[in-house]
């Protein structure tokens, strides 16, 4: 499994931004190029949904409820991968994983969690 650590949640009013960031620090620089990444989120009781994803290849793809406002990318170089959210919604507050995932487009496995960070969204 590979080790995953986020940063940058925090407390944002409506119509702000934040940018997560996702390390793999423990990760050979080879691997972490070779791997497809991706965002989720969760709030309690419900389950952990897919937010976006980035491949090696760097095609990216975001679930309906954030296109055009977030935007993921990765820095292979720092072994990291990144989310920015603009245009935040009080919908968006939420617990946030970085994840390694494997398989193919609507049908991502997660093999690595990250601990997750929390996005809250004031109104």
């Known amino acids: 499994q590979v080790l995953l650590v986020e940063s940058g949640g925090g407390l944002v009013q409506a119509g702000g931004s934040l940018r997560l960031s996702c390390t793999a620090p423990?990760?050979?620089?080879?691997?972490?190029?070779?791997?497809?990444m991706a965002w989720y989120r969760q709030v309690p009781g419900k389950q952990r949904d897919l937010v976006a994803t980035?491949?090696?290849?760097?095609?990216?793809t975001y679930a309906d409820s954030v296109k055009g406002r977030f935007t993921m990318s990765r820095d292979n170089g720092k072994r990291s991968v990144y989310l920015q959210m603009n245009d935040l919604k009080p919908d968006d507050t939420a617990t946030y994983y970085c994840?390694?995932?494997?398989?193919?487009?609507?049908?991502?496995?997660?093999?690595?969690w990250g601990q997750g960070t929390q996005v809250t969204v004031s109104s």
């Open positions: 994840a390694e995932v494997r398989g193919e487009p609507e049908s991502w496995t997660p093999q690595s």
């Open positions: 423990r990760t050979i620089l080879s691997v972490f190029n070779a791997l497809d």
């Open positions: 980035i491949t090696s290849s760097r095609s990216t």
